[in-house]
């Protein structure tokens, strides 16, 4: 029986939410047993996800947590400044402790709303064992950050940005099975982690280097990538507004 493949996905309301989620969810469609857990950066869950997510074909899980205001990033900052789905990803996390068990198989894939994934990434996650690793294209100002390889062994990390940290990878480049999660109670990402620490936060608890199991042809293909969506100009929109001409807000985008 092949693993479920339990896909987390923090997202919050802005205005290419919708366009984010349909094409991931469109992407998840092709894969196999699959269960998708999607966590709302809100006070409550909205419609718009409610509705996507009861039309997606998707076997899914619906939760919801507000980022704690002192956490939660202005418009004004830069997106860097505070952390993104970190307590979302943690009720994901607390959500399989609670309804999955130990004897239960499966891989746990923090997939964020605006990456771009291949399917062929799916197969490698899919025989993760513990903790598992591979390339992340177009990240940390490079094409592409690597856990370097030597012998099926990981044994450093090609990046240019904070090198020393622990593990020095971005969330898209790692999978973790639900039995160490599950094994390891405590394990979750820390609200307060300095920025480009959060991946460690969770890993250091579960792994060390040492026990990476390298993807992706000892990590030499990239089959995920950190894109990210440009915000969409509203000049025209915002214009037509105060004349109260603006469009039909029943319409929904
Ligand atoms: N996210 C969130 N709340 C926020 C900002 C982001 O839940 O206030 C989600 C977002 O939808 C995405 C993930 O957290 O799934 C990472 O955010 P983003 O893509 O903006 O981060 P970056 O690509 O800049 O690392
Ligand atoms: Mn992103």
Known sequence: MLPVIYVITPTYARLVQKAELVRLSQTLLHVKNLHW???E????????????????????????VETPKEHKRKESDPNWLKPRGVEQRNLALQWLRENRQLSDGGVVYFADDDNTYSLHLFDEIRSTKRVSVW?????????????????????GFYTAWKPNRPFPMDMAGFAVTLQLLLANREARFDLQAERGYLESSLLQSLVSIEELEP??????KVMVWHTRTEKPKMKQEEQLQ???LGSDPSIEV
């Not at 950066?41 to 919801?64: I, N, P």
């Not at 390339?135 to 044994?155: D, N, Q, T």
């Open 215 to 220: 993807k992706a042809e000892n990590c030499t």
């Open 135 to 155: 390339p992340v294209g177009l990240v940390g100002g490079l094409r592409f950050e690597r856990p370097l390889v030597e012998h099926g062994k990981v044994i």
């Open 37 to 39: 857990i999607v966590v």
């Open 41 to 64: 950066d809100s006070a409550t869950k909205t419609q718009l996800v409610s509705e996507l997510l009861a039309q997606s074909g998707l076997r899914f899980t619906h939760l919801h």
């Open 242 to 244: 105060k004349q109260g």
